[in-house]
C-alpha cells in the first residue's frame, strides 16, 4: 500500500524555520520525482517544490527560491523541505505528492502557520 506522510508542520514566527518531512512506503523515493504543494485558505494547491532523485534534479517555486530546500535519503526512503525565513504567505497546508506532473499519490498533509 502506498502512503505518503507528511510531519514537521507547526506555527512559527516570520523569519522562522520549519524542516517537513515526508515518509514513504509503498515505492522508493528513486522510483518518482516526489514534491511538496501547499494550499492556502481559499487559494487553489499549488507545487512548492519537486526533486528527482534519480536524475538529481529539483524544482522551487519562484516565491521560495533561496528560502526552502528539497532533499531525499535513499536509506529512510523520506523526503525533506528545509523551510527558512519563512513568511506569513506561506501559511499553508503543504502535502507530499508524487510523482510530481501527474500525481497519482497524496499525503493527507500538515499546516504550516507563520505570525507576522
Known amino acids: 500500500e502506498v502512503q505518503l506522510v507528511e510531519s514537521g508542520g507547526g506555527l512559527v514566527q516570520g523569519g522562522g524555520s520549519l524542516r517537513l518531512s515526508c515518509a514513504v512506503s509503498?515505492?522508493?523515493?528513486?522510483?518518482?520525482?516526489i514534491g511538496w504543494f501547499r494550499q492556502a485558505p481559499g487559494k487553489e494547491r499549488e507545487a512548492v517544490s519537486c526533486?528527482?532523485?534519480?536524475?538529481?534534479?529539483?524544482y522551487f517555486k519562484d516565491s521560495v527560491k533561496g528560502r526552502f530546500t528539497i532533499s531525499s535519503d535513499n536509506a529512510e526512503n523520506k523526503v525533506y523541505l528545509q523551510m527558512n525565513s519563512l513568511k506569513p504567505e506561506d501559511t499553508a497546508v503543504y502535502f507530499c505528492?508524487?510523482?510530481?506532473?501527474?500525481?497519482?499519490?497524496w499525503g493527507k498533509g500538515t499546516l504550516v502557520t507563520v505570525s507576522s
Open positions: 505528492a508524487a510523482p510530481c506532473r501527474t500525481v497519482k499519490y
Open positions: 509503498g515505492f522508493t523515493v528513486d522510483d518518482y520525482a
Open positions: 526533486i528527482s532523485s534519480s536524475e538529481g534534479t529539483a
